[in-house]
């Protein structure tokens, strides 16, 4: 079983669209939590942290379940230069980041 | 641009050459991690540094592969003999070591990537 799950997709939605991304995670003792994007051919960019309150970026919001080991990423009134990759990364108890194998969203006009 | 740096950004190389990359990270940062990334996968973990020390190497690092980072700044990979299978992007992340007081929760900033082609 890999350490950080999550559904390859690709999600594919019109804009305006809401959109939720999901990822597992398998070691309980994960310290820090991150959704970060990456576009074609470029590298991760932080898209945000995630905290056990939850949080929110404007149109995007970011969740915790630390009992169900979860994290999840909802983005709302989807635009087209959404369209990306979304991976979940999760810091183990050496700080290093683990990642999922990423989400890609298509935003279609 | 004081973002991460790595160079060279492409390299193409015949099987059983050697080669090296190097990353420069954000200064202040104490910490430098390297990662592999292959088309469809997340980056997966290689290696990491605090300032000079390697403290953690990961199982996929093969004793072809060796990384340095002598005087806490700069670092390189370098993939000795390389395989088909070395095909990928070379990703240089650094950061600032996570802050118990939670000011800082340590997130990674990563380079452009160095992609390597082995014919």
């Known amino acids: 079983r890999k350490e950080v799950e999550q559904d390859p997709g690709p999600f594919n939605v019109p804009e305006g669209a809401t959109v939720a991304f999901n990822c597992t995670y398998s070691n309980s003792a994960s310290q820090s939590f991150f959704w970060y994007r990456q576009d074609c051919r470029k590298e991760p960019k932080l898209l945000m942290s995630?905290?056990?309150s939850g949080n929110e970026d404007g149109r995007f919001t970011a969740q915790l379940n630390r009992a169900s080991q979860y994290i999840s990423l909802l983005i709302r009134d989807s635009k087209l230069s959404d369209s990306a990759t979304y991976l979940c990364?999760?810091?183990?108890?050496?700080?290093?980041?683990?990642f999922g194998s990423g989400t890609r969203l298509l935003v279609r006009p | 641009d004081t973002g991460v740096s790595q160079d060279p950004r492409h390299k193409i190389t015949k099987r059983g050459q050697n080669v090296t990359f190097r990353c420069d990270p954000i200064s202040e940062h104490n910490r430098l991690y390297w990662y592999r990334q292959t088309l469809g996968q997340g980056p997966e973990f290689l290696t990491y540094?605090?300032?000079?020390?390697?403290?953690?190497k990961s199982r996929l690092l093969s004793d072809r592969f060796s990384a340095e980072r002598p005087k806490g700044s700069f670092s390189t990979l370098e993939i000795q003999r390389t395989e088909q299978g070395d095909s990928a992007m070379y990703l240089c992340a650094s950061s600032l070591s996570p802050d118990p007081a939670g000011t800082n929760t340590g997130e990674l900033f990563f380079g452009e990537g160095s992609r390597l082609t082995v014919l």
């Open positions: 990364a999760v810091m183990d108890s050496s700080y290093k980041l683990i």
């Open positions: 540094f605090q300032n000079e020390a390697q403290l953690e």
């Open positions: 995630v905290y056990s």
